[in-house]
């Protein structure tokens, strides 16, 4: 079946670090990919999202590339804030026919510290 | 402002007893979603419906039910068969099932007595 791998965190930066955090897939057919952020207490925002190999989807400077050939989409922003302080979940929608489900990966939790 | 309300925030249960859970949204979206996320997991699917009077298993059905006889609406009954229902509960909701931009509501905490 369909899964998402993402690193594992706790992952801790100082403020106007460089953020990875490393995202692969494993499913049948074209996905659409996404990152979903959680911040504390509260439900799930959509980040960005790709629906087709070589797209880039990008948002609040965040970005991340739908790459097919290393079935991949790795989240990246140049200089994190510690407003980015949150749960980052990948996720990924699989196509054809009864497929409605959202694939989650567990989430990295980004502390970004001052 | 459209969105998705969940209600209450928090939600106490005592052992036998059932509990439900409100998600109404304002967005006009055929489909809807509910999702349960435990501490260091992702999140899995309860129940989803796709239309009014129409609703489906997730992975993880068991123990719960739900309703869909409104478009606006998809309450979630936690029944006294779900032995581990401590967990944050998050409803969603997409433009129609297989659309699959799903956007969320800001959840529900559910804890036992």
């Known amino acids: 079946g369909d899964s998402v791998t993402q690193m594992e965190g706790p992952v801790t930066l100082s403020e106007e670090a460089f953020l990875t955090i490393n995202c692969t897939y494993t499913a049948t057919g074209y996905p659409s990919l996404f990152w979903y952020v959680q911040y504390p207490g509260e439900g799930l925002q959509l980040l960005l999202k790709?629906?087709?190999?070589?797209d880039k989807g990008s948002n609040k400077g965040f970005e991340a590339t739908y790459r097919k050939e290393t079935t991949s989409f790795h989240l990246e922003k140049g200089s994190v804030q510690v407003s980015d302080s949150a749960v980052y979940f990948c996720a990924l929608s699989a196509t054809g026919a009864g497929s409605y489900q959202l694939t989650f990966g567990k989430g990295t939790k980004l502390s970004v510290i001052p | 402002d459209g969105g998705i309300t969940q209600s209450p925030k928090y939600l106490f249960r005592k052992e036998g007893q059932n509990v439900t859970l409100s998600c109404e949204q304002n967005l006009n979206h055929d489909a809807m979603y509910w999702y349960r996320q435990d501490p260091g997991q992702g999140l899995r699917l309860i129940y989803y419906?796709?239309?009014?009077?129409?609703?489906q298993k997730g992975d993880i059905a068991e123990g719960y039910s739900v309703s869909r006889e409104k478009k606006e609406s998809f309450p979630l009954t936690v029944t006294s068969a779900q032995k581990n229902p401590t967990a944050f509960y998050l409803c969603?909701?997409?433009?129609?099932?297989?659309?699959?931009?799903?956007?969320f509501g800001p959840g529900t905490r559910l804890l036992v007595l």
């Open positions: 419906s796709q239309i009014v009077n129409d609703f």
């Open positions: 790709a629906t087709k190999a070589d």
């Open positions: 969603a909701s997409s433009i129609r099932g297989g659309e699959e931009t799903q956007y």
